[in-house]
């Protein structure tokens, strides 16, 4: 198992950036995918962008050229750059860790876009 704990959230106005981080613990030498969820009030929890070992970023359409994803060379901790922020981004961000073994979440950090 994996433990995960998300820091960098906070209130923005519109337009601004946020840079959100994600450290891994414990056996993070099995982690395939590394992922950033959120979930806005009243709605679903969506991926918003995601970073598989050995592939390439991908995004959700709403964030695609306004986030973006990377990790460390240790591949324990990964980052959500957040640029061009909108009042819709606002929602608890989640890192996500699928493994060999397990599929394992944070705690979740708010982020609150003003406009």
């Known amino acids: 198992q994996v433990q995960l704990v998300e820091s960098g959230g906070g209130l923005v106005q519109a337009g601004g950036s946020l840079r959100l981080s994600c450290a891994a613990s414990?056996?993070?030498?099995?982690?395939?995918?590394m992922y950033w969820y959120r979930q806005a009030p009243g709605k679903q929890r969506e991926m918003v962008a995601r970073?598989?070992?050995?592939?390439?970023?991908d995004y959700t359409d709403a964030v695609r050229g306004r986030f973006a994803i990377s990790t460390n060379k240790a591949r324990n901790r990964w980052y959500l750059q957040m640029d061009s922020l909108k009042p819709e981004d606002t929602g608890v961000y989640y890192c996500?860790?699928?493994?060999?073994?397990?599929?394992?979440w944070g705690q979740g950090t708010q982020v609150t876009v003003s406009s």
């Open positions: 996500n860790a699928v493994t060999n073994w397990s599929n394992d």
């Open positions: 414990g056996r993070t030498a099995g982690i395939r995918g």
């Open positions: 970073l598989a070992t050995g592939g390439g970023a």
